[in-house]
């Protein structure tokens, strides 16, 4: 075998070496390439385990938000007026949510919880969620049985402790029954900000209707008619053609679905011609919105306004106030509970006349009023149980003996039904009678209220307090009735009233004093001369809720409180006028936050001040015009020269554009609080009216 010359041993030598290499190289690349897969793969793993921790978190905020904590209460809620009760749609249960009450030391406290009435058990839950409507008073729910129950809130309004910010929502919340749990309806279309409106249901459509909105210097009534779909989640409001009748402006009604459509049946509102003072009108007539629904058609939804006439009875009620009627849907009927009427005693006297009568109204064909008396246990032999009255006894109330007697024989017709059950106070025993009949099913009835809360279950009617006025006082109820509608026997207090209400009125004092600061409050409020005739008269018998508030905080505040005030408007005054001068931003919040506070207490305040002082969410145009004289006689008296005209003008107003650029950064951070409050741009332009113009047009918050 013939041998390898050296030449070629060195060159297999080197192809071997480079095979070597080669092999060498392609495992490494083989391993680098398991390497790399074996990577991503753990790096998908690691993005998995991210965004499952991504969601995993998004989760549990998600179930911190809207956790919903259920706690066994005694009782019902708290003092309050202005909430809602409502029946449950699919099942019995009550739900009572918000509510608004002022405590005798002037503060406002308004409430967002939801409760929850079991009759079967006799017990209530309250619900609570971070996820909720704000604290609110006057708005309105409605229910739906859709998906387990479902109850739409709408509106209301809010007011600081103090009141010197107030708010009209105009946001939209759906309350789920089977999760407890609420959520917020968000539309780029839906209706204003308002308070006092009702809403219905008519098969999935829900009709909102009317209400107010309070700027401040004069309540704005509302007749605008809305409607949401709960299947397209839509808001839409109705017009019609200005020949075509519709209701008045108004709050405060009765607003009852039937099968062809909703009854609407008085409400309260305020009449504001020129020249004349406004003059608060109790309305009682009556309105049926006929609606059809044929989707066959191009417009499936019709509405059209018809008015009904009041066919006179002695079971129709006489007109008043605060008494919203509830649905009996077994019978088709309304159910009306108490009120108020006011009535002018003379120029300066305003008497209100409190009821406690019970009244029907049949929502079919033409609808008619229906008496609701309750009835008397028959007697079994012997003269019944009777109990004689001492001289100088006393007995409940007054309508509680001549209740129903004559209403019966019809010999009185209207005026005995309504007029008899009047009370103001408890009376001791009449002349023409000794004797009480204990079984008197009329001696179980609720003292006279209105506003008081009403709901109808199946066939009970519940009655949850109310608003009841003794001479310069004003008390919330907080007492529990029911009563069976199918039988009308008697009254059953689940919960009696702690309120104590004195037996007589201290009226000799509080007429000499209200006689005396009559001058001084003239006075006062000559500056503004568009408060009413009937303000007036409602802050003499304290029934103006804001304004008597004012009044017993002025009346008790200590000097040292009043000085302090003093001295916080005039650091105010002296910050204000460093204009052009950096500020920091956190001094200046505190300057706004006190300059609102001090706007509110009115009291404290000089009338020239509250002139000369511009307010939050006016304008410079705005604060020179009402401010327009008080500047003009300040340049005529600062100038010491006889200047007239148009000069005087010019001067006044230079005064004012100084005095508006001392407080420009302060109303400006103030605007940024209303912002931050929920206030939009109009409302915010709105808001310094109401800090100027006093307590307002002279209705009480409860006569809205």
């Given at each position: 075998?013939?041998?390898?010359?050296?030449?070629?041993?060195?060159?297999?030598?080197?192809?071997?070496?480079?095979?070597?290499?080669?092999?060498?190289?392609?495992?490494?690349?083989?391993?680098?390439?398991?390497?790399?897969?074996?990577?991503?793969?753990?790096?998908?793993?690691?993005?998995?385990?991210?965004?499952?921790?991504?969601?995993?978190?998004?989760?549990?905020?998600?179930?911190?938000?809207?956790?919903?904590?259920e706690?066994?209460?005694?009782?019902?809620?708290?003092?309050?007026?202005?909430?809602?009760?409502?029946?449950?749609?699919?099942?019995?249960?009550?739900?009572?949510?918000?509510g608004?009450?002022?405590?005798?030391?002037?503060?406002?406290?308004?409430?967002?919880?939801?409760?929850?009435?079991?009759?079967?058990?006799?017990?209530?839950?309250?619900?609570?969620?971070?996820?909720?409507?704000?604290?609110?008073?006057?708005?309105?729910?409605?229910?739906?049985?859709?998906?387990?129950?479902?109850?739409?809130?709408?509106?209301?309004?809010?007011?600081?402790?103090?009141?010197?910010?107030?708010?009209?929502?105009?946001?939209?919340?759906?309350?789920?029954?089977?999760?407890?749990?609420?959520?917020?309806?968000?539309?780029?279309?839906?209706?204003?900000?308002?308070?006092?409106?009702?809403?219905?249901?008519?098969?999935?459509?829900?009709?909102?209707?009317?209400?107010?909105?309070?700027?401040?210097?004069?309540?704005?009534?509302?007749?605008?008619?809305?409607?949401?779909?709960?299947?397209?989640?839509?808001?839409?409001?109705?017009?019609?053609?200005?020949?075509?009748q519709?209701?008045?402006?108004?709050?405060?009604f009765?607003?009852?679905?039937?099968?062809?459509?909703?009854?609407?049946?008085?409400?309260?509102?305020?009449?504001?011609?020129?020249?004349?003072?406004?003059?608060?009108?109790?309305?009682?007539?009556?309105?049926?919105?006929?609606?059809?629904?044929?989707?066959?058609?191009?417009?499936?939804?019709?509405?059209?306004?018809?008015?009904?006439?009041?066919?006179?009875?002695?079971?129709?009620?006489?007109a008043?106030?605060?008494?919203?009627?509830?649905l009996?849907?077994?019978?088709?009927?309304?159910?009306?509970f108490?009120?108020?009427?006011?009535?002018?005693?003379?120029?300066?006297?305003?008497?209100?006349?409190?009821?406690?009568?019970?009244?029907?109204?049949?929502?079919?064909?033409?609808?008619?009023?229906?008496a609701?008396?309750?009835?008397?246990?028959?007697?079994?032999?012997?003269?019944?149980?009777?109990?004689q009255?001492?001289?100088?006894?006393?007995?409940?109330?007054?309508?509680?003996?001549?209740?129903?007697?004559?209403?019966?024989?019809?010999?009185?017709?209207?005026?005995?039904?309504?007029?008899?059950?009047?009370?103001?106070?408890?009376?001791?025993?009449?002349?023409?009678?000794?004797?009480?009949?204990?079984?008197?099913?009329?001696l179980?009835?609720?003292?006279?209220?209105?506003?008081?809360?009403?709901?109808?279950?199946?066939?009970?009617?519940?009655?949850?307090?109310?608003?009841?006025?003794?001479?310069?006082?004003?008390?919330?109820?907080?007492?529990?009735?029911?009563?069976?509608?199918?039988?009308?026997?008697?009254?059953?207090?689940?919960?009696?009233?702690?309120?104590?209400?004195?037996?007589?009125?201290?009226?000799?004092?509080?007429?000499?004093?209200?006689?005396g600061?009559?001058?001084?409050e003239?006075?006062?409020?000559?500056v503004?001369?568009?408060?009413?005739?009937?303000?007036?008269?409602?802050?003499?018998?304290?029934?103006?809720?804001?304004?008597?508030?004012?009044?017993?905080?002025?009346?008790?505040?200590p000097?040292?409180?009043?000085?302090?005030n003093?001295?916080a408007?005039t650091?105010?005054?002296?910050?204000?006028?460093?204009?052009?001068?950096?500020?920091?931003?956190?001094?200046?919040?505190?300057?706004?936050?006190?300059?609102?506070?001090?706007?509110?207490?009115?009291?404290?305040?000089?009338?020239?001040?509250?002139?000369?002082?511009?307010?939050?969410?006016?304008t410079?145009?705005?604060?020179?015009?009402?401010?327009?004289?008080?500047?003009a006689?300040?340049?005529?008296?600062?100038?010491?020269?006889?200047?007239?005209?148009?000069?005087?003008?010019?001067?006044?107003?230079g005064?004012?554009?100084?005095?508006?650029?001392?407080?420009?950064?302060?109303?400006?951070?103030?605007?940024?609080?209303?912002?931050?409050?929920?206030?939009?741009?109009?409302?915010?332009?709105?808001?310094?009216?109401?800090?100027?113009?006093?307590?307002?047009?002279?209705?009480?918050?409860?006569?809205?």
């Amino acid at each position: 075998m013939a041998k390898d010359k050296p030449g070629e041993a060195s060159t297999k030598k080197a192809a071997a070496k480079a095979q070597k290499k080669a092999k060498a190289a392609e495992k490494t690349i083989r391993k680098e390439k398991k390497k790399a897969t074996r990577s991503q793969r753990h790096k998908d793993d690691q993005d998995d385990e991210d965004l499952e921790d991504i969601l995993e978190k998004i989760r549990q905020e998600w179930e911190a938000v809207h956790t919903v904590t259920e706690e066994l209460v005694e009782g019902p809620p708290s003092r309050r007026a202005n909430a809602t009760l409502t029946p449950c749609p699919n099942g019995s249960h009550l739900w009572c949510i918000g509510g608004e009450y002022f405590s005798e030391d002037g503060k406002a406290y308004f409430y967002n919880d939801v409760f929850r009435y079991s009759p079967d058990k006799g017990e209530w839950r309250k619900f609570v969620s971070q996820t909720c409507p704000g604290p609110r008073s006057a708005h309105s729910v409605v229910t739906s049985p859709a998906g387990g129950g479902k109850l739409y809130l709408f509106g209301g309004e809010f007011s600081s402790l103090y009141q010197n910010s107030f708010h009209h929502y105009r946001d939209f919340w759906v309350f789920d029954i089977p999760t407890h749990t609420w959520e917020r309806i968000e539309t780029k279309v839906r209706p204003s900000a308002r308070s006092g409106h009702r809403m219905a249901m008519w098969k999935h459509i829900i009709v909102l209707f009317g209400g107010f909105y309070d700027p401040g210097y004069r309540t704005q009534y509302l007749n605008d008619t809305w409607i949401f779909d709960t299947q397209e989640y839509k808001w839409r409001q109705i017009e019609f053609k200005e020949s075509q009748q519709k209701p008045s402006p108004r709050s405060g009604f009765s607003f009852l679905p039937t099968p062809d459509g909703i009854v609407l049946h008085g409400g309260y509102c305020k009449e504001y011609s020129k020249g004349k003072r406004p003059v608060g009108i109790i309305l009682d007539d009556t309105w049926f919105l006929k609606m059809s629904l044929d989707p066959s058609l191009p417009t499936p939804l019709m509405l059209k306004w018809e008015k009904r006439k009041t066919v006179s009875s002695t079971h129709t009620p006489t007109a008043r106030a605060g008494c919203t009627m509830a649905l009996w849907s077994a019978k088709g009927t309304g159910v009306m509970f108490g009120g108020v009427t006011d009535e002018e005693q003379g120029e300066e006297r305003l008497e209100s006349v409190f009821w406690n009568d019970l009244y029907g109204y049949q929502l079919g064909g033409r609808g008619r009023w229906i008496a609701m008396h309750l009835k008397k246990p028959k007697k079994k032999g012997g003269g019944g149980n009777k109990k004689q009255v001492k001289d100088g006894g006393a007995i409940p109330f007054a309508q509680d003996l001549d209740d129903h007697g004559d209403d019966e024989s019809g010999e009185d017709g209207e005026k005995t039904q309504t007029r008899s059950p009047v009370a103001k106070r408890p009376v001791p025993e009449p002349k023409r009678d000794d004797e009480v009949d204990l079984d008197d099913p009329n001696l179980t009835k609720p003292m006279p209220r209105y506003n008081a809360m009403l709901a109808v279950l199946r066939n009970t009617l519940y009655i949850y307090g109310g608003i009841f006025e003794l001479g310069t006082h004003e008390y919330t109820l907080d007492d529990f009735y029911t009563l069976q509608l199918d039988k009308l026997e008697r009254f059953v207090c689940l919960k009696p009233s702690g309120i104590v209400i004195p037996t007589e009125v201290e009226e000799s004092s509080d007429e000499g004093e209200s006689e005396g600061e009559g001058s001084d409050e003239e006075d006062e409020d000559s500056v503004g001369e568009t408060e009413s005739e009937d303000e007036r008269k409602k802050k003499r018998k304290g029934k103006e809720k804001r304004g008597k508030r004012w009044e017993v905080e002025s009346e008790e505040e200590p000097e040292e409180q009043v000085a302090a005030n003093t001295d916080a408007e005039t650091e105010i005054e002296t910050q204000g006028t460093e204009a052009g001068k950096p500020v920091n931003k956190d001094d200046l919040r505190v300057r706004a936050t006190a300059f609102m506070d001090i706007s509110a207490k009115d009291a404290t305040r000089s009338a020239e001040d509250v002139i000369g002082t511009p307010a939050s969410g006016e304008t410079l145009a705005m604060f020179y015009a009402r401010s327009r004289e008080y500047w003009a006689q300040k340049a005529h008296h600062d100038h010491a020269r006889d200047s007239r005209g148009k000069q005087l003008r010019r001067d006044g107003f230079g005064l004012a554009e100084a005095r508006y650029a001392e407080y420009k950064p302060i109303l400006e951070e103030v605007e940024k609080i209303l912002a931050e409050a929920g206030l939009d741009e109009d409302e915010m332009k709105l808001q310094g009216k109401r800090e100027v113009a006093g307590v307002g047009d002279g209705q009480s918050r409860n006569r809205r």
